[in-house]
């Protein structure tokens, strides 16, 4: 469980965490990937949403999803891109979360993850919290602690730092 103190610096204005999805590049499911393939360069994002006409989140997507499609064994078969749609290559187990306040949850994510989807209760995409985002909070938190809380060291915890 993360301190409070630390929490409540990183969670400030929380809604800036988020960053809306108006906002996100994404593709449609019924996109062929050469479509997805051209969004994925022109961003040059590693990958990113892949939602319904609904504006659901159905999955995700790479250009190293879509790259493994056009390989055959002697050449790359960029023809390939135009007749797979994205749903025939896009990733569906993926975790995506719906309290962007649970900062515990974002934290374990983010970890082997550039960003996480966040979606409403009926599973419709309303934006992503991205690594970048938490590290820059994470950052302010490391320089600011001390000038907005009186931290001290615990006898023992000094004792296990000295003798480690």
């Known amino acids: 469980m993360i301190d409070e103190p630390i929490k409540k610096m990183i969670m400030a204005d929380h809604d800036n965490l988020i960053i809306p999805a108006n906002l996100v590049a ?10 997805a393939f051209l969004v994925l360069t022109k961003v040059r994002y590693s990958k990113v949403p892949v ?3 609904d504006q659901h989140l159905c999955g ?10 056009m390989l055959d064994t ?8 135009r007749r797979l749609t994205v749903a ?9 979360i719906e309290d962007p306040t649970d900062l515990d949850e974002i934290m374990h994510l983010l970890i082997d993850n550039n ?11 309303t934006g992503i919290i991205t690594r970048r985002e938490l590290l820059k909070r ?3 938190v490391a320089h600011n602690l001390s000038k907005q809380y009186d931290v001290q060291p615990r006898l023992n915890s000094m004792k296990k730092i000295s003798n480690g």
């Open 51 to 53: 939602l319904d006409n």
């Open 26 to 35: 994404n593709v449609m499911v019924k996109n062929d990937c050469y479509h």
């Open 88 to 96: 025939d290559v896009m990733e569906t187990d993926f975790r995506s």
């Open 60 to 69: 995700l997507i790479s250009l190293s999803m879509i790259t493994e499609h």
């Open 115 to 125: 960003f996480v989807p966040v979606v409403s209760d009926e599973k419709t995409f």
């Open 138 to 140: 994470v950052n302010y």
């Open 74 to 81: 002697d050449h790359v078969a960029s023809e390939n891109l």
